[in-house]
Nanobody
Framework: QVQLVESGGGLVQAGGSLRLSCAAS????????MGWFRQAPGKERDFVAA????????NYADSVKGRFTIARDNAKNEVYLQMNNLKPEDTAVYYC????????????????WGQGTQVTVSS
């Protein structure tokens, strides 16, 4: 029902910034909470950030608080992840996900997933 496509990944130096975008299809985009997750080599997929369907509530992993910001534009069916002061440990494949509630995303249970975009931070 919902298709998600990430973009904006790439190679950046430590301390730099990157903005990821997730474009969603479907007329029900505004009904879903949205989130970003990441998976580093040899690691399990981890929660990064989530935003409620209205954009009024956000959640962040402790490792990215103060550096990353999640936002959405329901009129454009897009969600964003602004990443500042990037660190080498942020290197991972980043995935966009849609969930019926924020709690589902916090529990790593997305209802729809994108294919991911690679973010590499050099030291």
């Amino acid at each position: 029902q919902v298709q998600l496509v990430e973009s904006g990944g790439g190679l950046v130096q430590a301390g730099g910034s990157l903005r990821l975008s997730c474009a969603a299809s479907g007329r029900t985009f505004s009904s879903y909470a949205m989130g970003w997750f990441r998976q580093a080599p040899g690691k399990e997929r981890d929660f990064v950030a989530a935003i409620s369907s209205t954009g009024r509530s956000t959640n962040y992993a402790d490792s990215v608080k103060g550096r990353f910001t999640i936002a959405r534009d329901n009129a454009k069916n897009e969600v964003y992840l602004q990443m500042n002061n990037l660190k080498p440990e942020d290197t991972a494949v980043y995935y966009c996900a849609a969930g019926l509630s924020t709690d589902r995303l916090l529990g790593l249970r997305g209802d729809y997933w994108g294919q991911g975009t690679q973010v590499t931070v050099s030291s």
